[in-house]
Antibody, heavy 118, light 108 residues
Framework: EVQLLESGGGLAQPGGSLRLSCAAS????????INWVRQAPGKGLEWVSS??????YYTDSVKGRFTISSDSSKNTVYLQMNSLRAEDTAVYYC?????????????WGQGTLVTVSS | EVVLTQSPGTLSLSPGETATLSCRAS???????LAWYQQKPGQAPRLLIY???SRATGIPDRFSGSGSGTGFTLTISRLEPEDFAVYHC?????????FGQGTKVEIK
């Protein structure tokens, strides 16, 4: 059974850093595209970043500030978030794409809340 | 980027009725790569439909997706109590992937 478990959220000050983790089970993470999607309080969903092998992708608002990476020995993907801003406040979900063509999000973790505030 | 506009913002219906949700794209979605998700309060989104019309594993057949190009529809027939939730559309045919703002289906 595919499972994704996020951790690492919490309160950070503007300009600060956090590292989110997404531990995968039921599949080998390095063989799949893994994504981060966020949802600000009361708002819609926003794609943040994707990793496919050595290729990484980011939404414009986080380029240069966020870095997606993975540790195959731990079957875990990370999102290093630096220079945090108030507008980064959101629930962050990791998601695995499906196999039916294209990068749609078939499996989701339960999410981890990031709050950026002084 | 492709802007997805969902309508209506809120749909008030009774159990047993049919819900029709619209998702319009600002430009054609390549390969009709359009997905729908259901989200309940405090929960992660759940995949319903991908590729505009393919139901995800375990999704009841009262959920159906249709459309192509710039216009897509999610139809929920015979609404069950557990169907009252927020529904998001998502295009993944054009980069970057984008989501609509969501449609809330509430009990009338």
């Amino acid at each position: 059974e595919v499972q994704l478990l996020e951790s690492g959220g919490g309160l950070a000050q503007p300009g600060g850093s956090l590292r989110l983790s997404c531990a995968a089970s039921g599949f080998t993470l390095s063989n799949h595209v893994i994504n981060w999607v966020r949802q600000a309080p009361g708002k819609g969903l926003e794609w943040v970043s994707s990793a496919s092998g050595d290729n990484t992708y980011y939404t414009d608002s986080v380029k240069g500030r966020f870095t997606i990476s993975s540790d195959s020995s731990k079957n875990t993907v990370y999102l290093q978030m630096n220079s945090l801003r108030a507008e980064d406040t959101a629930v962050y979900y990791c998601a695995k794409i499906g196999t039916g063509g294209g990068w749609y999000f078939e499996y989701w973790g339960q999410g981890t809340l990031v709050t950026v505030s002084s | 980027e492709v802007v997805l506009t969902q309508s209506p913002g809120t749909l008030s219906l009774s159990p047993g009725e049919t819900a029709t949700l619209s998702c319009r794209a600002s430009q054609s979605v390549r390969n009709n790569y359009l997905a729908w998700y259901q989200q309940k309060p405090g929960q992660a989104p759940r995949l319903l439909i991908y590729g505009a019309s393919s139901r995800a594993t375990g999704i009841p057949d009262r959920f159906s997706g249709s459309g192509s190009g710039t216009g897509f529809t999610l139809t929920i027939s015979r609404l069950e109590p557990e169907d009252f939730a927020v529904y998001h559309c998502h295009q993944f045919g054009n980069s970057p992937p984008t989501f609509g703002q969501g449609t809330k289906v509430e009990i009338k």
